[in-house]
T-cell receptor, first 111, second 118 residues
């Protein structure tokens, strides 16, 4: 059965801390892995990863994929209260249009 | 470009009723997917439409159905509502159906419709 597992389920940190969110997957015919940030409403796209070992960066956020070990991490450095959100990991297989989502990591950044 | 829009944003129904939710994708996007999000289960895939055809369906009972119109707008319908159907229903659009590499396959989400079944 295809599945995506995220850890930890929730995390509380202080502003300025660095956090690492994990996503492991077992999906047949892997195509790409995507990270989304969900605040109060629509998940917003962060990264799409298709190749192992190539880090993608956007400001204080970065992500990398390991297709051999079947996992990805999302790093956030110098966290701010605005980073508080649920971070979702999704895997897209080669066949079909279904994205498989993890249950998310709820991040709370306190001042 | 306007984003994905969903209506209504909030809905309260009672058990046994039916509900229709609407989604308008980003202009030019032809693929629309629907997801159910609950605290315990996360996002679960309902179905995906492309060019008015259902291309993929998740593991949900037949009470959940959908359709897509020629302008790519999509509706989903839930009949005989149950308490467990209370959830956030998210619609996502993408530019093109699968099989094409690159950011075109990224799904962009609408704000969701929060359904409460009493």
């Amino acid at each position: 059965e295809d599945k995506v597992v995220q850890s930890p389920l929730s995390l509380v940190v202080h502003e300025g801390d660095t956090v690492t969110l994990n996503c492991s997957y077992e999906v047949t015919n892997f195509r790409s892995l995507l990270w989304y940030k969900q605040e109060k409403k629509a998940p917003t796209f962060l990264f799409m990863l298709t190749s192992s070992g190539i880090e993608k960066k956007s400001g204080r956020l970065s992500s990398i994929l390991d297709k051999k070990e079947l996992f990805s991490i999302l790093n956030i450095t110098a966290t701010q209260t605005g980073d508080s959100a649920i971070y979702l990991c999704a895997v897209a297989p080669n066949t079909g249009n279904q994205f498989y989502f993890g249950t998310g990591t709820s991040l709370t950044v306190i001042p | 470009k306007a984003g994905v829009t969903q209506t209504p944003r909030y809905l309260i129904k009672t058990r046994g009723q039916q509900v229709t939710l609407s989604c308008s994708p980003i202009s030019g996007h032809r693929s629309v997917s629907w997801y159910q999000q609950t605290p315990g289960q996360g996002l679960q895939f309902l179905f995906e439409y492309f060019s008015e055809t259902q291309r993929n369906k998740g593991n949900f009972p037949g009470r959940f159905s959908g359709r897509q119109f020629s302008n790519s707008r999509s509706e989903m319908n839930v009949s005989t509502l149950e308490l467990g159907d209370s959830a956030l229903y998210l619609c996502a659009s993408s530019l093109i159906a699968r099989g094409v590499w690159g950011s075109q396959e990224t799904q962009y989400f609408g704000p969701g419709t929060r359904l409460l079944v009493l």
